[in-house]
């Protein structure tokens, strides 16, 4: 509540100043135009002294009225420019027009010299600035003023012939005058009101939008006729690999692949956009486009994670699939473990040759592995939620490579490297050993089958753009070809015929439930890379 108030209150101050410095300008204005008149007035007496109407009465009054109303003119001119008491300088301004120029009427012969409407310009101008009902009494004083002047002239024989009638007409037009500019004040003052609360609206619905397209999990781009990126949401910026600037860069800057397909889209008709990766860890992106305008020139691009998607179907489908295949694997238990049983009690017997022993033995491995299987679809049908907390990566790989090698052959070698001695990610303990244990046990196997050796490398870094931490866990197997990659993730997919196919995705299952990522990756020099991109205890908590 106390930000509220103060944002409110600083609008408040920064639109009163907006009004002040609007009121002083006008003032000023209004100053430049009294000294013009009293130039106009002084000039008209030095180059026509003997002028027909303007001082023709009394010709000495009206030259020191006219010095006088100049010299105040250009006195309050430099006073508008402190910017200190407003409403006392404009009232001293109209009191002086008022007076000065219906003594310069009197000197001119009253209202037939048509000075008078003078005046009118001035109280016009009083009203419209205070914008108060109290600025009508300006109007007033003037038709006192020059009811008076008429009446005065008549007493003292100044004037043979009376001009009552323009007189009264005079007034009529000083009133009306005053009182339309009171009431076109009102109106402008209603109009600035509903013109600001529109700004303001208006600068809140845009401030809502940026938020909203902030935090759309789409994400936009906005690209200008010159494929400069001139908006970019955090979905996108994080779908693009965080890069660390994007202003003023263009596209092909950030993402090379975006910005070929942008380029085919602007010149074929009936272009399909793919998906791509902007990274090697990064996600599959599917853009789309749209134009800005009735061109392709500039254009807004939507940035879709198609993994999400695929993911989203995929869970689908395991859903149904989980709950039937855990009621049948309920099912099979029994009966597959008293074929087990049955068979380690024939192999005990002395009666069975080596060929039937070594079919018993098949009977046995064939039901170890289908229990095995059932295993993990009971594991993955009742997985439990993450219980995130923070992991200091170093320490946590140390002592898990320790506990790994206890009850392993003294061939294994775990190599542990690492960029940084104090690395910390969110992850649930047990999920993550899970996770890493199966990474070794596959690696370890395929590089003891590849070169003979039974070794791994753990290694420990962090993206030099985001600083996102990471785990390479890398093999010195025989690779992946990159058709089978694209299939490694996918549940019951497996190139032996002793594994489940179940491993690598449970895998990155256990690594999605902790907000990370698992890839391969390629190695040119042989064997297999998987990285797990972790979030960063910073980038997590916020």
């Given at each position: 509540m106390k930000l509220f108030n103060s944002s409110q209150r600083n609008r408040k101050n920064s639109?009163?100043?907006?009004?002040?410095i609007t009121s002083w300008r006008a003032l000023q204005i209004f100053s430049a135009y009294r000294i013009l008149l009293s130039v106009t007035f002084v000039i008209i007496v030095l180059a026509q002294p003997t002028a027909s109407f303007i001082g023709s009465a009394e010709k000495n009054l009206f030259e020191a009225v006219s010095i006088m109303y100049l010299s105040f003119s250009i006195i309050s001119q430099i006073a508008t420019y402190h910017r200190k008491h407003f409403d006392l300088q404009l009232q001293l301004s109209v009191l002086t027009d008022i007076f000065l120029i219906a003594l310069l009427m009197h000197a001119s012969g009253g209202v037939n010299s048509g000075l008078g409407m003078l005046i009118a310009v001035s109280t016009f101008a009083a009203t419209i600035l205070l914008?108060?009902?109290?600025?009508?009494?300006y109007p007033v004083l003037a038709s006192i003023?020059?009811?008076s002047e008429e009446f005065y002239s008549i007493a003292i024989n100044l004037?043979?012939?009376t001009s009552i009638s323009q007189t009264g007409i005079l007034t009529v037009t000083y009133l009306c005058t005053g009182l339309m500019a009171f009431y076109l004040s009102r109106r402008i003052k209603?109009?600035?009101i509903t013109a600001e609360q529109s700004i303001q609206g208006l600068a809140s619905m845009e401030k809502l939008n940026e938020e909203i397209i902030q935090y759309m999990s789409t994400g936009v781009i906005v690209i200008d006729n010159y494929q400069n990126i001139r908006l970019i949401n955090r979905s996108a910026w994080v779908h693009l690999g965080m890069p660390e600037s994007t202003q003023s860069k263009k596209l092909e800057q950030i993402a090379t692949p975006l910005a070929r397909q942008l380029k085919l889209w602007k010149t074929k008709k009936f272009y399909r956009p793919k998906p791509f990766q902007n990274t090697a860890t990064g996600p599959n992106l599917l853009p789309k486009f749209s134009p800005i305008g009735d061109t392709k020139e500039s254009?807004?691009?939507?940035l879709d994670d198609t993994s999400v998607l695929n993911q989203q179907a995929q869970n689908l489908k395991l859903a149904s699939l989980g709950r039937l295949t855990a009621s049948i694997a309920h099912e099979i238990r029994n009966p597959l473990g008293a074929l087990s049983h049955a068979a380690q009690l024939l192999k005990e017997s002395d009666a069975l040759d080596a060929p039937n022993l070594e079919l018993v033995q098949m009977v046995e491995n064939n039901a170890s592995r289908v229990n095995g299987i059932i295993e993990n679809i009971m594991q993955l049908s009742v997985r439990k939620s993450a219980q995130v907390k923070e992991v200091n990566l170093n320490r946590y790989l140390a002592n898990l490579k320790n506990e790994y090698l206890l009850d392993k052959p003294k061939n294994y070698l775990v190599h542990l490297r690492a960029t940084s001695d104090d690395i910390h990610v969110l992850f649930d303990y047990t999920q993550?050993?899970?996770?890493?244990?199966?990474?070794?046990?596959?690696g370890i196997r395929y590089s003891e089958l590849n070169t003979g050796e039974a070794s791994i490398t753990l290694m420990i870094a962090t993206e030099p753009q985001n600083n996102t931490p990471f785990l390479d866990v890398v093999d010195k197997g025989e690779g992946i070809a990159p058709d089978v990659a694209e299939k490694i993730f996918e549940p019951f997919f497996t190139t032996t015929t002793s594994g489940t196919g179940l491993g690598l995705y449970l895998s990155r299952e256990l690594c999605e439930a902790n907000r990370a990522r698992l890839?391969?990756?390629p190695l040119t020099a042989g064997g297999s890379c998987f990285r797990i991109s972790f979030s960063s205890t910073k980038q997590s908590l916020s």
């Open positions: 639109e009163a100043q907006r009004v002040a914008n108060r009902p109290s600025a009508l009494g003023v020059v009811v004037r043979v012939e209603e109009s600035e254009a807004i691009i939507f993550l050993r899970q996770i890493i244990t199966n990474l070794l046990d596959n890839d391969h990756i």
